[in-house]
Nanobody, 126 residues
Framework: QVQLVESGGGLVQAGGSLRLSCAAS????????MGWFRQAPGKEREFVAA????????YYGDSVKGRFTISRDNAKNAEYLQMNSLKPEDTAVYYC???????????????????WGQGTQVTVSS
């Protein structure tokens, strides 16, 4: 059983940056591929980014490519999401998630992720 706890959310002005962290416990962290999803009020949860267990492979949603960077530190059991050039439309609750079964075909599918954090709010003001 893997427990995930996000941190680093907050209020930032458009054009600013934030770095989200996700601390993992209860499993062998390097075995898990990790992802970030977000959900804005009244909208469905959206894929943001994912990273393989070794960190060799990364994937991004179209809306964040070139602005967000996902990374991980297996020695610290943590993953990160560096968010630059933030826009008001990035406002959402951000969730980290873990899966043992990431592939090129399923990294954006919520259903493939077995473990989820409680979420952290990111608000971008215009």
């Amino acid at each position: 059983q893997v427990q995930l706890v996000e941190s680093g959310g907050g209020l930032v002005q458009a054009g600013g940056s934030l770095r989200l962290s996700c601390a993992a416990s209860g499993g062998t962290f390097s075995r898990y591929s990790m992802g970030w999803f977000r959900q804005a009020p009244g909208k469905e949860r959206e894929f943001v980014a994912a990273i393989s267990g070794s960190g060799a492979y990364t994937y991004y949603g179209d809306s964040v490519k070139g602005r967000f960077t996902i990374s991980r530190d297996n020695a610290k059991n943590a993953e990160y999401l560096q968010m630059n050039s933030l826009k008001p439309e990035d406002t959402a609750v951000y969730y980290c998630a873990a899966t043992l079964f990431l592939s090129n075909n399923n990294y954006a599918l919520e259903s493939k992720y077995n473990y989820w954090g409680q979420g952290t709010q990111v608000t971008v003001s215009s």
